[in-house]
């Protein structure tokens, strides 16, 4: 079914030659990898940056549509391949497959769609969805149009869309009437009805009917997105262009938890973000023409919008979108997708494979899964135990596994294995994508030089996915990224670099937490549960968890119990739902009478950290603290 991609690395040599080619000359190197897009206008020249202010612009004066790329140069070759396969939350129901024609034509009705209410290019729109097909659909419609898409995960509170909303200035807000998610019916609209009285900039609400959940439509402001759609067709589904858009125009703002309370809109921008997801997606995941690549992260997270959309469709792939979840209503449903589907990639994170592994190997029997190629794992570190379970019980010892390590900000994987053409070693991510430069340095920022080390991670160059700005905030993006290592990109990141020079993440240096591969800041959960009106204080730090990776456990300061303390408890988890959502919600509540602090009234974490952990046998100095005391009160109190 077609050639190899002309950039596709395809041995260890030719991965060498690659990385020192981009090293000498990376414009060159990158205007080579660049002439396998569309544009509608080459650039004037490759690359332009200096990390201090911070300015990062590639293939400036370059004019490009990313759907052109993703949808139109594919017609010829293959329109009738499967572009996007929908499979359901419920497996009675029949899967739906998108032709790259029939993709390409419902992504210009519903950009057409968009136009005629009054969308133009620059104009910032939130997709609140489910994971269903018309997701994928509007997120292309935002990106024919030039429009910017906010994706907001489907797990987010009122008051968190709301947030978002007005950050971005959003004048539209597509949404359904609900979601399934295995055995619940989430209400999308009725939560965005909440938000959307807190956002003076939404003129109107696109409803999109999947679940008919009974929803209120209000007049002038909420339309169906059917009776959009046949609008359009009655306008006889006029063509609708490819807004050409500059190489550094935004695609999108996607928001992300950082170690503030309010999260920040990652800015990604057009030319650069597309060359990097399909220069990633073709060569970590060895992706072969005509395979099937299976992401099952929500598309309202990066790895949604690098590998489940613009990365497979821009590389010609067959993407794989699942609705549901993969213990619903067994915990062999990934195996049945993958072998109904015949999944070739199945990209998935950790936490998915501890949860389904705790399930034993009666849900694999009876399924083949002859049809898989290559396994990825993402989203926080592996452990051993979950990566030998995912090579012999999913892989049958056959299939490469690649631990690719990225971030929001950096818009596709930086570090990882190729596979099967770079060495795979479990729990690494092992080595560089070629142009990617990893350093480690300690804290005073002094470069950490040989193998056998352990540092903070820091990139040395630009690449072409990585983020431009925070939205409506460059001086936040410069502090949080370019400001603690001058003249470095700081990932926020601990690694370690071994004897053979292989990279492995060991986790967050910063007050992020990883829960399941969700990025949660301590101090959005602080912020929300002090908003409990009986919470005086609170302290939120991560702990080991089996299946999560990191649970969230919350020391909570509480005035005028007058009830049982469990039921305060649900209290205080229902006001975080309310407040940033369900998957903020601590694990673990401790109530002290009071936290431990310095002299100067800071907070010592690092205390709170180990008894979360449960190691309360060395606590260290304590002596510096204002009221010593109270650190055996917590120890001894420790929830369990
Ligand atoms: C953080 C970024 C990248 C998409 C999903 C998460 C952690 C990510 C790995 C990995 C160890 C990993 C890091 C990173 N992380 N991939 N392969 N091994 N840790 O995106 O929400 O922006 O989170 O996830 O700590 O900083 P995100």
Redesign the pocket.
Known sequence: MGMKHPFQIQSLAQYQAACTAAAENPEAFWAGVAENFRWKRKWDKVLDWNFDEPRIEWFKGAQLNITENCLDRHLDARGDQPALIFEPNDPSDPARVLSYRELHVKVMQFAQVLKNNGVQKGDRVCLYMGMIPELAIAVLACARIGAVHSVVFGGFSAQSIADRINDAQAKLVVTCDGAYRGAKVIPLKSVVDDAVTMCPSVEKVIVSTHTRTPVSMIKGRDLWWEDEIKRVESMGNPYVEAESMDAEDMLFILY??GSTGKPKGVVHTCAGYMIWTTYTFVNAFQYQPGQVHFCT?DIG???GH?YLIYGPLSAGATTLMFEGVPTWPDAGRFWDIVDRHHVNILYT??TAIRSLMGFGEEPLRGKKLDSLKVLG??????NEEAWNWYNTHIGKGKCPIV????????GG?L??NLAGVTPAKATF?TLPMPGVEPLLVDEQGTEIHGNGVSGNLCIRKPWPGMLRTTYGDHERCRQTYFSTYPGLYF???GCLRDEDGHY?????VDD?L?VS???IGTAEVENALNMHAGVVESAVVGFPHDIKGQGIYAYVVYQGFHEDENLTRQDILATVSRVIGPIAKPDQIQFVSGLPKTRSGKIMRRILRKIAEGDTSNLGDTTTLLDPSVVDEIAAGRAT
């Open positions: 992300t938890s992260a997270w990066i790895t690098s994170a950790p794992t993402v989203g926080e570190p592996i631990d690719t390590w990225w971030q929001t900000e950096t994987i570090i990882t991510a990932t926020g990141d492995r993440i060991t986790g967050r992020v990883n591969g969700h990025r």
